[in-house]
């Protein structure tokens, strides 16, 4: 069974200044690692995702995370925020199950920017 | 812009009303889902279509009934819910359901139970 952790539940952090969101993972199998955002009323979007390959990703909006697979962690990562990134950020994990695929999410991290 | 929309946005109802949301999906992906989500927590996976077949039915209770009449829409009726059913309804699809692939998420219906 695959499991995530987000340990923080809030980050507040001051505009233009650079913020890590961890998240931590286990699963039995092969790994498939995504970060979602979710703006106020809306759904998520896809920020970034790690399948394969080199283990620095970088997605949408001057977001990059990095796969360790020692560590199990897939922190995410951006070295100046700005007030459009507060939104809740969701770390996931996809694996196959029966044939179709499960995607197990993380608790989120609410990220608020200060002004 | 997203690229599944859903309908209502926003839906109140009684117990004893029957009511459907909507999904749909122009992007020839071949498998959606269902998922429910409450106030600051994580989407919880519903339902998984495959194919236009249930693939995956997460022990979700009876009053809750999915649909998927083609590839591109997904309805999910609902009848007789409980105060506790009160919750934002995501739709996701994704191109075939193989693992490596990212789900694209609408906007959600925001259902609340009188």
């Known amino acids: 069974a695959q499991s995530v952790t987000q340990l923080d539940s809030q980050v507040p952090v001051f505009e233009e200044a650079p913020v890590e969101l961890r998240c931590n993972y286990s699963s039995s199998v092969s790994v498939y690692l995504f970060w979602y955002v979710q703006y106020p009323n809306q759904g998520l979007q896809l920020l970034l995702k790690?399948?394969?390959?080199?283990?620095l990703v970088k997605g949408i909006n001057g977001f990059e995370a990095e796969f360790n697979k020692s560590q199990t962690s897939f922190h995410l990562r951006k070295p100046s925020v700005h007030i459009s990134d507060t939104a809740e950020y969701f770390c996931a994990v996809s694996e196959v199950s029966g044939g179709y695929q499960k995607v197990t999410f993380g608790t989120g991290t609410k990220l608020q920017v200060i002004p | 812009d997203t690229e599944v929309t859903q309908t209502p946005k926003h839906l109140v109802m009684g117990m004893t009303n029957k009511k459907s949301l909507k999904c749909e999906q122009h992007?020839?992906?071949?498998?959606m889902y269902w998922y429910k989500q409450k106030a600051k927590k994580p989407p919880e996976l519903m339902f998984v279509?495959?194919?236009?077949?249930?693939?995956i039915n997460e022990s979700v209770p009876s009053r809750f009934s999915p649909e998927c009449p083609n590839s591109s829409l997904l309805n999910l009726h609902l009848h007789a819910l409980q105060p506790e059913d009160s919750a934002l309804y995501l739709c996701a699809s994704s191109q075939d359901g193989r693992g490596y692939q990212p789900q694209h998420f609408g906007d959600g219906t925001r259902l609340s139970i009188l």
């Open positions: 279509y495959s194919y236009e077949k249930l693939s």
């Open positions: 790690y399948l394969s390959g080199s283990t």
């Open positions: 992007m020839g992906h071949r498998a």
